[in-house]
């Protein structure tokens, strides 16, 4: 069973950045292409960042040219760099594969 762990939420001020990390305990995780997704209250969980295994990544419109995401395969670890960050950034951010049992995610809260 792969477990997922991500870290490095909390709280910031409007125009602020974090760096979210994701481990994951799996095998050949080169080999796997990576989502971060988010999931604010009351709305249903959206895929905002996509990294394949070859490095080809892509991003929701809402976060294009704000978020970027990296991976290093060495480690099984994938990252999310937010910049600039709004309040309706607010969320818990996950990463998967979008097959994978879900982690418990890292809350992110942009607020003055």
């Known amino acids: 069973q792969v477990q997922v762990v991500e870290s490095g939420g909390g709280l910031v001020q409007p125009g602020g950045s974090l760096r979210l990390s994701c481990a994951a305990s799996?095998?050949?995780?080169?080999?796997?292409?990576m989502g971060w997704y988010r999931q604010a209250p009351g709305k249903q969980r959206e895929l905002v960042a996509r990294?394949?295994?070859?490095?080809?990544?892509n991003y929701a419109d809402s976060v294009k040219g704000r978020f970027t995401i990296s991976r290093d395969n060495a480690e099984n670890t994938v990252y999310l760099q937010m910049n600039n960050l709004k309040p309706e950034d607010t969320a818990v951010y996950y990463c998967?594969?979008?097959?994978?049992?879900w982690g418990q995610g890292t809350q992110v809260t942009v607020s003055s």
């Open positions: 998967n594969t979008g097959t994978w049992d």
């Open positions: 799996v095998r050949f995780f080169s080999a796997y292409n």
């Open positions: 990294i394949t295994n070859i490095g080809i990544t």
